[in-house]
């Protein structure tokens, strides 16, 4: 493969990832190296929609293979949403907390407490080519928040076979378990392999 361009707009998560392409001497590309603005809208129904029409818009951009991502978290307690609309229902509320509050109250009500968390990257390397790797993390919803690492939802999510929050955890070792990195490791190992 010539190069590669990962499309994404999240500062941290372009730093994540060149840092990992950096390690096997692979050059990626971002949007900033690439001079390209806009972005596509983000109207699929799943993770895998959603990634596959980023990569895709990469793709006919620029004619370089192109890779995407597309994450959320599933709550069993509110019929598995907010799911692609994570980010919205999250930025919706006042406050993290008022979020988090109307997510406990919610498991009060039906007892349901599974969650998980997902990732599907999309490479695009041809038209009409694309390639899906997901990643999931299955857990529960804590019954308070705790911890102060990592961002979003991490205060409130505990993932199987442990007991403390993803916030909790050392960002190193949410690495070692995230949906993210499942994922990211799939297309590592499909693209170095
Ligand atoms: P994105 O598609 O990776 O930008 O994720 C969309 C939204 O899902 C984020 O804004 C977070 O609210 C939530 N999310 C995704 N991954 C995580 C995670 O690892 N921890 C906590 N929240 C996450």
Redesign the pocket.
Known sequence: MRGLFFFSN?KN?IIEIKKIFQTNKYKLLSLEDLNIDGEPEEIGRT?EE?AKIKSEYGFNKTGIPCFA?????CIESLNWKPGVH??K???KFKSKESCFKKIFQSIKNNGKKRAY?K?SISLTINKNENIIFNGK?EGTIAEKTDGRH?????PI?IPRNFEET?AQLSINK?NEI???SIAINKLISFIFN
């Open positions: 999240n998560k993770f959603n991502d597309d994450s959320g978290i994570s980010k229902f999250i930025n968390f990732t993390l990592g961002f979003g939802y991490d999510f993803l949410k995230s949906h993210r």
